[in-house]
């Protein structure tokens, strides 16, 4: 599908009312890479209940247009990397309002730094440099 001048849905391959023809429209995704901090003897731990991440979590991230989300773990610091390629607005940082982000929030609260509401504290990293 493609998007007509009035904005309208059409098959790909039409030709607008101005002689263009239509091609697809390519969502535009933002980076979005933060640091966390974890507690110093929980790496294991933080690996394991990633591992078994929630399915409902894992559907709600990705409903709210993250992809390409991962965690890197820098051993010397203790610090956690994170990258997420976004659509609109919201990272999966920004999703405490509801109930199953707040509960993992929760879980996760023993082996992180967190704030007052049990949210990891995310501190945003500048991008400086991309490649496509």
Known sequence: MALMDDNREVPLGLKSQQGNYLHKVKK???RFAFKMFLKPGFEEEYEKRHAALWPELKKQIKEAGVKNYSIYWDKETNILFGYQEIEGEQSSQDMGADEITQKWWAYMADIME?????SP????????FHLD
Do not use: L, Q, R
């Open 121 to 128: 504290v995310t501190i945003p990293i500048k991008e400086v």
């Open 28 to 30: 535009i995704m933002k």
């Open 114 to 118: 967190t704030n007052p509401d049990n």
